[in-house]
């Protein structure tokens, strides 16, 4: 049976050897002038050292260049695709077509993933963008596994689905907490609270706590729970699902390495002894949730719920 790729997002280069031990296959790096809700903040010296070591390791490395892209910053990807073609990065995430062109001109044997965070919802969409260039395609995170199963079905790309982590639920290129703080005239450096893990919007109702932090890209609104289906990896596996992704924004080193572990074993188990994996998987599940910090419980996210048309 066909083993899925673990891919994980670390914190640092020096965590990189961490997760190679722990169990990953791959790696998803970059800064937050191009990429998105980044685990860590890699430079152009850290992509490089990044590349090298976990190439050693035996691991691929993806660099996320899907940020949305305004003209001040199209002039800059050329630059930016080379270096990456330079250092042997092994593939380019991105979502904003300017990325797929400057590709083509500057590294056209460069690979790429698809990945829009809400619009791979269908096999036609992912194999649209397969035509364009793309070997894969990062579902988005609202689907249910019926969904799921059905477009790995009729894919001509690799298909790539998040199984832990927490899932932004809305993000605006404004500065809505600095600007928040200026009507209410306080003064603060809102840059020390770029990916400030104490921040959050209260929703007092459901009890709720929703991560919330600023970046170059603007204001990232997470999800109050954390992802977890390592317990529901069975039916994914059966229908080859290419890769698995531990989303770690916001979670400390320790933390992603720990249930990379954990998600490597159930993989492992899964492919190779299933009824041992059944066995095993309540156990697995235990081991997350001891992990979890006191304000982030998990869930099964959109797994299971029901769509309707």
Same mark, same amino acid.
């Given at each position: 049976?066909?083993? #899925? ?15 190679a ?7 998803i %790096? ?10 860590? $903040? ?5 992509? @490089? ?41 092994? @593939? %380019?995430? !991105? =979502? ?8 083509? +001109? ?26 364009? =260039?793309?070997?894969r ?11 799921? &199963? ?7 790309? $690799? ?8 899932? /932004?639920?809305?993000?605006s290129k404004?500065?809505?907490? =600095? ?25 007092? +109702?459901?009890?709720?706590?929703? #991560? ?8 990232? %609104?997470?999800? #109050? ?7 529901? &990896? ?16 916001l979670?400390?080193?320790?933390y ?5 572990? &954990?998600?490597?074993? @159930?993989?492992?188990? /899964? ?8 066995? +095993? ?5 235990? @081991?997350?949730?001891?992990?979890? #910090?006191?304000?982030?419980? %998990?869930?099964?996210? !959109? ?7």
């Amino acid at each position: 049976m066909k083993k #899925p790729e673990l891919l994980v997002t670390p914190t640092s280069v020096s965590h990189i050897d961490e997760l190679a031990e722990a169990g990953a296959d791959a790696i998803i %790096i970059g800064e937050q002038r191009y990429g998105l809700r980044l685990a860590g $903040e890699f430079s152009r010296s850290d992509v @490089a050292a990044a590349v090298e070591t976990a190439h050693r390791r035996g691991m691929n490395v993806y660099v996320a260049m899907n940020a949305l892209f305004h003209n001040d910053k199209v002039d800059e990807l050329a630059d930016y695709v080379a270096f990456l073609a330079e250092v042997g990065a092994d @593939a %380019i995430v !991105f =979502g904003d077509p300017a990325v797929l062109l400057t590709v083509r +001109e500057t590294a056209p044997h460069m690979n790429l993933h698809w990945s829009t965070e809400t619009t791979a919802t269908n096999w036609y969409a992912c194999n649209y963008w397969g035509r364009k =260039g793309a070997k894969r395609a990062v579902l988005a995170r609202e689907l249910n596994m019926d969904a799921i &199963l059905e477009i790995k079905a009729h894919a001509e790309v $690799e298909i790539e689905v998040q199984v832990h982590g927490m899932t /932004c639920m809305y993000q605006s290129k404004r500065s809505l907490i =600095g600007n928040y703080f200026a009507y209410q005239g306080k003064v603060m450096e809102i840059e020390r609270k770029k990916y400030e893990k104490g921040m959050f919007l209260y929703d007092k +109702e459901r009890d709720y706590k929703y #991560p919330i932090f600023e970046d170059e890209n603007g204001t990232h %609104i997470m999800s #109050p729970n954390d992802l977890c289906i390592i317990d529901e &990896l069975g039916d994914m596996v059966e229908a080859g699902i290419d890769s698995f992704k531990i989303d770690g924004v916001l979670h400390t080193a320790d933390y992603i390495t720990e249930v990379t572990k &954990l998600y490597r074993r @159930a993989i492992d188990l /899964c492919t190779e002894d299933r009824e041992r994996y059944e066995r +095993e998987k309540e156990e697995l599940l235990a @081991a997350v949730e001891a992990l979890q #910090p006191p304000h982030r419980r %998990i869930d099964t996210g !959109f797994f299971f719920k029901e769509t309707i048309y």
